[in-house]
């Protein structure tokens, strides 16, 4: 998978959240404006395309940890769902309702500010500091780059802190940029990984869809590697549980 550095986010549940470098790293650039590397200005063509393959509830409440100000969480919504989003930056979530003409109600929940208008609400705080009882119950994650998001070596501590804020049942959407060397000669239907390395040991995993993106057509491409585009189904394995120990 792709791991850009300037949205690396590591944390570290024992660090003062408000103190982490990294954390302060992810606001500056939201002060900055420098966000064209990852907002992406349409609604992503794979969620559109493959997430009804889910069958969920159209009342389904659907978290989507570390959104920015992603588009894509206006068109879960258009579907019928219950957004919940988890953003760092207040810069990013006040953009997102302002930019999409929502006026947002805002209330106070431990150290987060929770923004709400309609069916689309939006934790501002850190999320590894967030709470399952905090979020309520969420029937399916939407993961779009959240996970490239943060370096590897908090990747793992991602996965576990999502894990305690969703049900058993709870299935992941993810979608993944994975970079692949133009000689990989790496089979299309390849699981990437790193995604079995994280995610095999409590997950079933189930690649649904995968589409290359020559240099050509996928300009943040570097040279000498292709884009593939990559749509997982995730479902936690019920003997992991412990619900039939």
Known sequence: MSNDPDRSRPANPSVDTNKRQDNSLWLQMW????????????VNPLLIQYWHSQKLKRSSRILVPLCGKSLDMLWLAEQGHTVVGIELSPIAVK????????????????NFTCWQSGTIIIWCGDFFSLRKHQLGHIDSVFDRAALTALPETIRRQYITQLRALIEVETGIFLLTDEHIAQDSQQPATQIDSEIVTLYAEHFDITLTHTQRLDPAQGSSSEEGFYIENKAYQLSQRLEDTGLFT
Not at 31 to 42: P, S
Not at 95 to 110: D, P, Q, S, V, W
């Open 31 to 42: 002060r900055d404006d420098r966000t064209e590397d990852f907002h992406q200005t349409a």
């Open 95 to 110: 953009a997102f309702f302002n930019e999409n003409c929502l006026k947002a109600k805002k209330t106070r929940n431990g």
